[in-house]
C-alpha cells in the first residue's frame, strides 16, 4: 500500500462532499507530474485529502477505491475511485505542517500546486498523530 495526498479546493468539490456522496471519481488532475502520481496509485491506497484555500490543511483521510483508468473527459489523462475513510479530529493546517521537522519535506508543502504527491510512512504517522487519529 502506497500513501498519497490529493489536493482538493473545497470551493468546487472537497471533504465534505466526498462524505456526502461516500466516493467521487477523482478527476480534473491536469498537471504533468500529479498525472504520473495519478497513475501510481492502485486500489487499497489511502491518501490524505488537503483542502487548498481557504482552509489550506489536511482534513481527511481517503482510500483508492480502484486501479487508474483513462479519463473520458480528457485524452491522455487518468482517473481514479475515491472513498472517504474518516475526518481526522483536527485538520491539520500547512502553517503547522511548514513547521514540523517530519513534514515540512512533503511534496505539497514545498510544491503545493501539484494535485497528487506521494507520502512516506513517517509523514503519514507524524500527520495522523497531529490529527488526533494516530
Known amino acids: 500500500m502506497s500513501y498519497w495526498a490529493f489536493l482538493a479546493d473545497p470551493e468546487t468539490y472537497g471533504w465534505e462532499e466526498l462524505e456526502r456522496d461516500g466516493s467521487t ?9 500529479a498525472q504520473r502520481h495519478l497513475r501510481s ?7 490524505l485529502v488537503y483542502h487548498t484555500a481557504p482552509d489550506k490543511a489536511i482534513i481527511g483521510i481517503a ?11 480528457a485524452e491522455q489523462r487518468v482517473v481514479v475511485d475515491v472513498t472517504p475513510e474518516r475526518r481526522l479530529a483536527r485538520p491539520v493546517p500547512m502553517a503547522a505542517l511548514r513547521a514540523d521537522e517530519v513534514l515540512k519535506e512533503m511534496g505539497f508543502v514545498k510544491m503545493p500546486r501539484v494535485a497528487v504527491q506521494p507520502v512516506t510512512e513517517a509523514q503519514w504517522r507524524r500527520v495522523l498523530e497531529l490529527g488526533g487519529a494516530g
Not at 26 to 32: F, I, K, Q, R, T
Not at 65 to 72: F, I, M, Q, T, Y
Open 63 to 73: 482510500r483508492v477505491a480502484g486501479s487508474p483508468r483513462p479519463d473520458p473527459g
Open 41 to 47: 496509485c492502485q486500489a487499497g491506497d489511502q491518501a
Open 25 to 33: 471519481v477523482w478527476d480534473g488532475v491536469a498537471n504533468a507530474t
